[in-house]
């Protein structure tokens, strides 16, 4: 392990300059400016005893919604329990970010060494950070999810790439499950896009492998347990996201300007395109940049040009062909001639912008320029090649992780009911029954569960997931309950359980004339309670399997 303490160290010292912005006073646009709302959103119900986290009450428009029961909640959980601890929402949102940013060269560096050594791991961790896309995904669109994403992906092949040691196995499958599991997590989309693509080619492997009469198990158990492993971990969160979503609006995130046949990228702009902070559009011109990075592509083809010319390759060539084989499937499926793909393929709709393939892209070639490193046998030259190599990088790319510009507000201001309950609200409300009535103005936004106009209403208990109220009616009322309605929510008139009415996508009770005692509770449903016994047991699986197997060594 110390070894890689100045390696870390270094990697870090060379991250500063990507995430000083993040880390300065103030605040900066982005796409989607719901993050420090969400982390919010995350610590408060943390903070009220709730886990796994699915449901919040200050989101939808004060309706609530069970957003983490579909969108990847792991770097929430991340900036939530920072919120908890007594940071703000915006700092907790600030080290959110940033950490990802941070993760995204830690996880690279160990895959690099496991192939290079130090001083490749070194490079291909500063190619990765320093992409002009990690830019773009934190400073433009400000996609969390997809930052932290990025930043388990190499974790996968590392688990992958060291499971054919003899030696080691479990820590192999469970680096590769839990990188898996973090990019799942992380964010769904690019967690379902990594489990399709890397089943079919490991299919495709085993296939030709068998085809050649070289196929045996040490090439298919190891990486099927990973993919396993990892479906189990993730089970709580993956069960009811595939189920449950059909009572939500999500299906509304592809429509006429998320069409994927009109975001394929054109081949000159992953070389060069401008710099911009708007969106993607049809055709070669869009309002942000889609390119690889000169410098990764030049370095990862004199890398390869090098690598071709040497006789020996320090077992080198499996992983390079991966990080090859990444990279041109990746830019395939951004172009559009792979457009009968992107129909024939399930539910790629939902991935709704081909340009998200620069993640595996940006991958490929990260992992292959490292290979400069080790063209020579000197150590003293590999070290001056990849640092050398490691500030240019930094010096001319470092220029993208700047935001469009920083305002100053206070921390507070974005945790003030307007701030959740309307601003960030009506940036991402899919996650809301659709038959729900979206306010017009921040003067209807909901900030009572039961409405005092209509009724006394004495309120005992107030949480996310759990509310008690005693009502005095005059004469029998239906009332309306102003919570979003979701499968799990359990609605309790004196004791009795009820089914209420469901109007506009709010439950509606009756009551009687006098006092009324009304009593909601969210709990687990079949398929939540499932895949929490699931991921629970594959966890104790998981770390069993490992302490067993590092005794046994041992």
Partial sequence: MRKHVFAVIAVFVLSIASIRPILTSGYFPMHDDTQVARVVAMGRALSEGQFPVRWVSDLGYGLGYPIFNFYGPLPYYIGGILYCLGLSGLLATKIMIASGIVLAGISMYALGF???????????????????????????????????????LPLVLLGIGQSRRSTHKAQAVCIGAFGLAGVIL???????????????????????????????????????????????????????????????????????????????????????????????????????????????I??????????????KKRDIEHFVVAGLFTFFVSVFFMIAPSRLLWEKLPNMVFVQYPWRFLTYAVFGLSLIGGAISVLTEKKF???????????????????????????????????????????????????????????????????????????????????????SYKIKAQKPLDITIYRAYFPGWEYMVNGAKVAPKIVEGLPVVSIGSGETDIVLRFADTPVRRLGNIVSMGTLAALLFWYVRNKKIIA
């Fill in 114 to 152: 496991a192939v290079y050594g130090a001083s490749g791991g070194i490079l291909s961790a500063v190619l990765y950070i320093y992409a002009p896309y990690h830019a773009l995904q934190a400073y433009v669109r400000g996609s969390i999810g997809e930052i932290w994403a990025y930043a388990f």
């Fill in 186 to 296: 992380s964010h769904t989309i690019l967690g379902y896009v990594t489990v399709l693509f890397l089943a079919i080619s490991l299919v495709v492997y085993w296939v030709v492998r068998l085809i050649r009469k070289e196929f045996s198990g040490i090439l298919f158990w190891p990486p099927a347990a990973i993919l396993a492993a990892a479906a189990g971990l993730t089970a709580f969160f993956v069960l009811p996201a595939s189920f449950e979503m059909r009572y939500t609006n999500v299906s509304a995130m592809v429509g006429a300007t998320a069409d994927f046949r009109d975001h394929f990228v054109c081949l000159s702009q992953l070389w060069s395109s401008p710099w911009g902070f708007a969106g993607s559009a049809p055709g070669c011109i869009d309002g942000m940049s889609l390119k690889l990075g000169k410098l990764h």
């Fill in 298 to 311: 030049i370095l990862a083809a004199c890398a390869l040009f090098a690598l071709l010319r040497r006789k």
């Fill in 381 to 467: 030259f590999r070290w001056s090649i990849a640092l050398s190599a490691s500030v240019f990088v930094v010096g001319i790319n470092a220029k993208w992780f700047a935001p469009q510009y920083i305002y100053q507000k206070p921390a507070e201001s974005f945790e003030t009911i307007e701030a959740l309950r309307w601003s960030a609200s009506r940036i991402s409300d899919e996650y809301l029954p659709p038959e729900v009535r979206r306010p017009r103005d921040v003067g209807e936004i909901i900030r009572d569960t039961i409405s005092p106009d209509v009724v006394s209403v004495e309120k005992s208990a107030d949480t996310a997931t759990f509310a």
